[in-house]
T-cell receptor
Framework: NAGVTQTPKFQVLKTGQSMTLQCAQDMNHNSMYWYRQDPGMGLRLIYYSASEGTTDKGEVPNGYNVSRLNKREFSLRLESAAPSQTSVYFC???????????????FGPGTRLTVT | AQRVTQPEKLLSVFKGAPVELKCNYSYSGSPELFWYVQYSRQRLQLLLRHISRESIKGFTADLNKGETSFHLKKPFAQEEDSAMYYCALILGFTSRAREGKESNDYKLSFGAGTTVTVRA
């Protein structure tokens, strides 16, 4: 199992450009999450999805949109990139072990995005 | 609103010395807390959770409800413990699917993180 995969690993955008960050998990998890990691701010939740067909805003959703394409995939879109969106983006998933929900989140390797 | 506070951004200790990373939380219900770790060039991973009361890689963390704290401790730090450490708190929520079905789920609220450097 690959776990949680993210593409691309690195990206440089100009202000105003758009792009989509892709995330996929092969652990049959229901829940998926997008975070951004900034120095001194820790990990902040952008959007999350409790199951296929649902998405909810996290702490810092402005400037982002998401799509839960199916159970495996959860993409994050920047419609018009701004320098304030320069960050490292992490995708994560969590699921159940048998009948019990496990609260452990499994993280992807991250995407380092620079907006100039 | 910030639910988890890690007051130290940076912590530097010598190898063999004790290390303690502070974490305080604010939560009205019964909290469930975790410590996650990110080693250099690796992805974030779970280190330990308070409900399992386990010791992982020599680290322990005790939930103190009176002081609303969940500090991470290790009596003898090793160089391989150098990493970024995050304290995290579970927040429950109810999500509604397109068909109108509600489900209870959770998300994590992370602290700002503490970078630990263990010097030889």
């Amino acid at each position: 199992n690959a776990g949680v995969t993210q593409t691309p690993k690195f990206q440089v955008l100009k202000t105003g450009q758009s792009m989509t960050l892709q995330c996929a998990q092969d652990m049959n998890h229901n829940s998926m999450y997008w975070y951004r990691q900034d120095p001194g701010m820790g990990l902040r939740l952008i959007y999350y999805s409790a199951s296929e067909g649902t998405t909810d805003k996290g702490e810092v959703p402005n400037g982002y949109n998401v799509s839960r394409l199916n159970k495996r995939e959860f993409s994050l879109r920047l419609e018009s990139a701004a320098p304030s969106q320069t960050s490292v983006y992490f995708c994560a998933s969590s699921g159940q072990m048998g009948q019990e929900k496990t609260y452990e989140q499994y993280f992807g390797p991250g995407t380092r995005l620079t907006v100039t | 609103a910030q639910r988890v506070t890690q007051p130290e951004k940076l912590l530097s200790v010598f190898k063999g010395a004790p290390v303690e990373l502070k974490c305080n939380y604010s939560y009205s219900g019964s909290p469930e807390l975790f410590w996650y770790v990110q080693y250099s060039r690796q992805r974030l991973q779970l280190l330990l959770r308070h409900i399992s009361r386990e010791s992982i890689k020599g680290f322990t963390a005790d939930l103190n409800k009176g002081e609303t704290s969940f500090h991470l401790k290790k009596p003898f730090a090793q160089e391989e413990d150098s990493a970024m450490y995050y304290c995290a708190l579970i927040l429950g929520f109810t999500s509604r699917a397109r068909e109108g079905k509600e489900s209870n789920d959770y998300k994590l609220s992370f602290g700002a993180g503490t970078t630990v450097t263990v010097r030889a």
